[in-house]
């Protein structure tokens, strides 16, 4: 049974307006461990500053159940970040700082032991879950710190203004917050954030310093090319007591955000060929025996184009994901348990871009015998 995701009504955060233009609207539907849930997505443009965000927008209680059971990130994979990036930055601006505040740490993996060796103490944050966490959530903490950092979270909150509120009064007078975000700049390039239903903002870099001033944070620092992730910016803040107020101009970019946004579309209308012409391939081959590995949104989507063939598998290293598409009546198996099928697929559809190259190399290195198979990618 499918569970919609509850809405509000939502203003433009930086300047309030009401004045919205849709600019893509769409309705997806997702499998997470245990439930099916439904995303109405209507993004919009204020036609006032030009901010990009979703409207109306998903209710907090029902975005936190649908994370609370969703897949682990990277269980199984490497980290698709560079931690060494994140790092870098870090030295550069963590000062005497001797504890640390990550919020949406997710899965604690190389990046984590990192900063467990230059801090006294590493604090983590993960909504939905406690396990393995100091906190679920950011209303639990009752300290402050000199330095907090986020990594790809902010364009998920659906009420950015507050949440920042919330993270200004845990930072230290003197305190420093390291971030980075998806920027619209980028879309042209990686579509991936514009697509991504979870996403309610899409930010400027402009329109990102005038939230942040908002709230009472100045900005130190912004780069692309020191970003853990090719498709967003690393900004530094700290608090700035004297713009309490938010006393920064709000400058009109409606018609260069919009711009960015639909030039980020199109991209996205190429990747929706690609999923079609794959589809294309397995529906005209339906005798040929098949592999799709990762069971994702990439791979979900490519079922809903394709028809019922009993000779196509899916593997993904997750263990977790065997249920992924259960309602399909199909059991996800993790390549130790599909020997059988690789050795036999005449084909193998790639669904993860970030790790492709390791998937290909695992899929080899399981095959036995050196028939010739082709390879899809999406």
């Known amino acids: 049974m499918h569970e919609l995701i509850s809405t509000e009504p939502r203003n ?76 870098a930055v870090i030295d550069k601006f ?14 604690k993996g190389i990046f984590f032991s990192k900063l467990n060796d230059k801090f006294r103490k590493v604090y983590t944050v993960e909504p939905g879950s406690s396990e393995g966490h ?12 000199d330095l907090i950092i986020h990594y790809f979270v902010l364009e998920h909150i659906p009420n950015p203004k507050d949440w920042l509120s919330k993270i200004v009064y845990l930072l230290n007078t003197d305190g420093v917050l390291i971030f980075e975000v998806p920027t619209i700049d980028l879309y042209s390039s990686f579509f991936e954030p ?19 001033a908002l709230v009472g944070l100045r900005l130190l620092y912004c780069s692309q090319n020191e970003c853990s992730r090719p498709f967003g910016h690393v900004f530094v803040f700290c608090k700035n007591p004297e713009a309490q107020n938010g006393q920064m101009e709000i400058k009109d970019e409606y018609q260069s955000n919009k711009s960015y946004f639909l030039r980020g579309l199109e991209k996205y209308a ?26 994702n949104l990439n791979s979900f989507n490519l079922f809903e184009k394709l028809k019922k063939n009993n000779l196509l598998h899916v593997i993904d290293s997750d263990p977790l994901k065997s249920n992924f598409f259960e309602q399909l009546d199909i059991l996800v198996k993790t390549p130790e348990c599909a020997t059988v099928e690789i050795n036999e697929a005449e084909y193998v559809i790639i669904c993860s871009k970030i790790h492709e190259r390791d998937i290909l190399n695992a899929f080899r290195k399981i095959r036995n015998n050196e028939d010739r198979f082709k390879t899809l990618f999406i």
């Open 12 to 87: 433009c955060d930086i300047c309030n307006s009401k004045d919205l233009e849709i600019l893509f609207k769409y309705n997806k539907t997702v499998k997470t461990q245990n439930h099916l849930f439904s995303f109405d997505v209507n993004n919009t443009i204020c036609k006032s500053c030009g901010f990009i965000f979703v409207s109306p927008v998903y209710k907090e209680k029902s975005l936190n159940k649908y994370y609370s059971d969703t897949f682990p990130r990277f269980n199984g994979q490497n980290e698709d970040f560079d931690a060494e990036k994140r790092i």
């Open 94 to 107: 963590k000062s005497r700082a001797t504890q640390i505040l990550e919020i949406g740490a997710n899965q």
């Open 134 to 145: 100091n906190f679920k959530n950011i209303s639990e903490i009752k300290e402050t710190f």
């Open 194 to 212: 514009l697509a991504l239903y979870e996403h309610t903002n899409h930010f400027s870099c402009r329109k990102l310093e005038e939230l942040c």
């Open 270 to 295: 190429e990747y929706e060929d690609v999923l079609a012409n794959t589809a294309d391939f397995v529906n005209r081959n339906p005798s040929k025996k098949g592999i799709i590995w990762c069971a």
